[in-house]
């Protein structure tokens, strides 16, 4: 039984931004700590380091009151976690699961990094919820030096929880009644928090396979005045692509904020390829240079936003199961604007034009080659190995096992 999700949009919600660890960390922890009946919780990356013990202690501590915890974690983003760590949360009552543990490894490459989890999503007592792109991690506080990450994530409350939640319970609860029960029921009505309209969106591999694109494309097609994205994997398909050129065209200031400094120097290599065909539409494009872009953010004109998990590439668009929240509210489009533009005139390096020389055929024929390869990638991506996951609940066996 899949989880209701609606392209609807839902009023009555209230938004506000975390921008970095230094925001989004303490506001889940107490969130989780003060949890009265249920925790949800999903994330690619889960480490045992000084953030992800912080996150630990407010599970214990909200098990150890009476509170339901779910934890899904990914296998290739968390494949390290120690024996005793997971055995002390499954020894307090946590269900404690993994998405695809993947174990085999050729020439000591992990063979289960295709079609990940990569969601970051919290839900607690159906009330409050948070989303965005920051894992549980101590490269996302600036503590950790030059390579902690840029990033943002969103506090939700209102009506469009509750479809969070029950999405959420669709992904972390075991087959069974009690589960179908649940997920039979009826949405629970929350009264209104704000005056935010949202939509819930997420991207898998069956269903909602362009869900999160499609948003964008309907977003980028409605602007008239300006659009900001601020992306870390940036290498859509064409379509996308076209629809930044043609907002362009129209007038509409296009900016693009991508990695200077990438954790991955393939990242920058590929997004560099669009480069050029981008500039000569009118798309103007910042490259972040104060430590890695880690962010899934975007603005369109006054009102629109989105903020998530999704990367403008290939294994999020076409790959991994994503989750963003597309909100319409002027005073959260004007904060986010805010906090980009300050990226851009601050911390971020311009990116000019190539100039036309002795070799303009040869860049042509560059153009031509990437237009093709962009247009048709997110069809080849499909056709890379897919397997049925499997999530693996860490049971009681493993927790007494562990002990010694």
């Known amino acids: 039984m899949r989880a209701p999700r609606s392209s609807r949009w839902v009023g009555g ?6 921008e970095n660890g230094e925001e989004f960390f303490p506001r889940v922890f107490e969130a989780i700590r003060g949890a009265r009946r249920e925790v949800l919780l999903e994330t690619f990356i889960l480490f045992d380091d000084k953030i992800g013990r912080g996150l630990h202690a407010a599970l214990l501590e909200a098990a150890g009151r009476g509170a339901e915890v779910h934890v899904l974690v990914d296998g290739f983003g968390s494949p390290d976690l120690p024996p005793q760590f997971i055995a002390s ?23 289960n990094v295709l079609r990940r989890m990569h969601r970051k999503i919290v839900v607690v007592d159906g009330e409050l919820a948070f989303i965005g792109g920051i894992n549980y991690s101590a490269d996302h506080v600036a503590d950790y030096g030059p390579e902690a990450k840029q990033d943002w994530a969103v506090e939700v409350r209102g009506p469009i929880v509750a479809q ?14 009690d589960r179908r029960a649940r997920l039979r029921a009826p949405l629970p009505q929350l009264p209104a928090a704000g005056g935010a309209d949202a939509i819930f969106v997420t991207r898998d591999n069956e269903v909602h396979t362009t869900a999160i694109e499609h948003h964008y494309r309907i977003a980028l097609r409605a602007a008239r005045e300006r659009v900001v994205i601020a992306n870390a994997y940036f290498f859509p398909g064409w379509r996308l692509v076209r629809a930044l050129r043609r907002a362009a ?8 904020i991508l990695q200077g400094e990438p954790d991955m120097p393939i990242v920058k290599t590929a997004a560099r390829l669009l480069y050029d065909h981008l500039l000569r539409a009118g798309v103007h494009i910042y490259e972040y240079c104060d430590r890695p872009l880690h962010g899934k953010v975007a603005v369109v004109d006054r009102e629109w936003a989105t903020v998530g998990s999704s990367n403008l590439d290939p294994l999020s668009l ?34 000019e034009p190539e100039p036309q020389g002795a070799f303009e055929g040869l860049r042509l024929l560059r153009g031509y080659c990437i237009y093709h390869l962009v247009r048709w990638f997110p069809s080849w991506a499909g056709w890379l190995p897919r397997h049925r996951p499997v999530i693996s609940l860490v049971g009681p066996e493993h927790a007494g096992g562990s002990q010694g």
């Open 249 to 256: 065209a129209r007038g509409v200031r296009v900016s693009l």
């Open 164 to 177: 969070i939640q029950r999405f959420a319970q669709c992904a972390v609860l075991p087959r069974g009644e």
């Open 318 to 351: 076409s790959l991994n199961l994503e989750a963003n929240v597309v909100i319409r509210d002027a005073g959260f489009n004007a904060l986010l604007h805010r906090r980009l533009e300050r990226l851009m005139e601050e911390s971020c390096t311009r990116v």
């Open 13 to 18: 919600n209230d938004f506000r931004l975390l």
């Open 89 to 111: 949360l499954v020894q307090a009552g946590v269900h404690f699961r993994v998405f695809d543990p993947g174990g085999r490894r050729l020439f000591g490459q992990r063979l």
